[in-house]
């Protein structure tokens, strides 16, 4: 499986962005996608994921109400719509293809290289 992560960029505090993931490969031997993302100095956290059959999405509690994780599956591709940006938010972002649903890196198994999102205050 590779994946592919675009979407990045720089953009002011209250301001969107949406990431992509595109996926190519064995993809259906995915459960599911998931993002996690990577401040400086900080460890990789998990921000949102979801089954590629659908059901309800999890969300880090940090980005609930202001992120949404869709997908794609015609283009094998699953998005993460990210509105009222912060400067926190600022990090590396990487997909990942999971096992299960699950907000642990242990259940993933293949990821993308990372897309940097800046939010300047």
């Known amino acids: 499986v590779q994946l592919q992560a675009s979407g990045g960029g720089l953009v002011q505090t209250g301001g969107s962005l949406r990431l992509s993931c595109a996926a190519s490969?064995?993809?259906?031997?995915?459960?599911?996608m998931g993002w996690f993302r990577q401040a400086p100095g900080k460890e990789r956290e998990f921000v949102a994921a979801?089954?590629?059959?659908?059901?309800?999405?999890i969300y880090a509690d940090s980005v609930k109400g202001r992120f949404t994780i869709s997908r794609d599956n015609a283009k094998n591709t699953v998005y993460l719509k990210m509105n009222s940006l912060k400067p926190e938010d600022t990090a590396v972002y990487y997909c990942?293809?999971?096992?299960?649903?699950?907000?642990?890196?242990?259940?993933?198994?293949?990821w993308g290289q990372g897309t940097q999102v800046t939010v300047s205050s």
């Open positions: 990942g293809t999971s096992t299960i649903l699950s907000t642990r890196e242990p259940h993933y198994d293949y």
């Open positions: 979801m089954r590629w059959s659908g059901g309800s999405p």
């Open positions: 490969g064995r993809t259906f031997s995915s459960y599911g």
